[in-house]
């Protein structure tokens, strides 16, 4: 089952990180060289880089919740689409971004890369 496979309880830790608005355990998730990417920007960043990124978004969205999460095992990773849900703090609107990730992990168990994709358009309703 899906649920209980080791690539998929690492995306439950970031997503509970990312719902808890606390990267700590990110690094417990990652290895240290880990990239991640963002289909947006094109950048590619460090775990340290990344963990920043979830506190801001913590500070701009509340009632932060991964719903529709479709999980697909592969060989040396795991795909995930979901849809972030939560509440703009500014303007107190409902905010929903898609997004899908593309997980890769090394013989240590450790995220080696995450490519996230996602919605730019839906993307600028977080930040504003």
Known sequence: MNDRHPYVQLLD????????GDPADLFNVYAPDAVIWHNHDGVEQTVEQN??????ISERV?????????????????????????????????????????????????????DEYIDSA???????
């Open 62 to 114: 509340t009632d932060r919740e991964y719903t529709d999460r479709r999980i697909q095992l592969f060989e040396g990773g795991v795909v995930q689409q979901h849809v972030l849900r939560g509440t703009n703090v500014r303007t107190g609107e409902p905010v929903t971004l898609h997004a899908c990730v593309v997980v890769t992990v090394g013989e240590d168990g450790l995220i080696q890369r995450l």
């Open 13 to 20: 830790r970031i997503i509970a990180a990312a719902q808890a």
């Open 51 to 56: 963990a920043k990124v979830l506190r801001r």
């Open 122 to 128: 839906e993307a600028t309703r977080f930040s504003s």
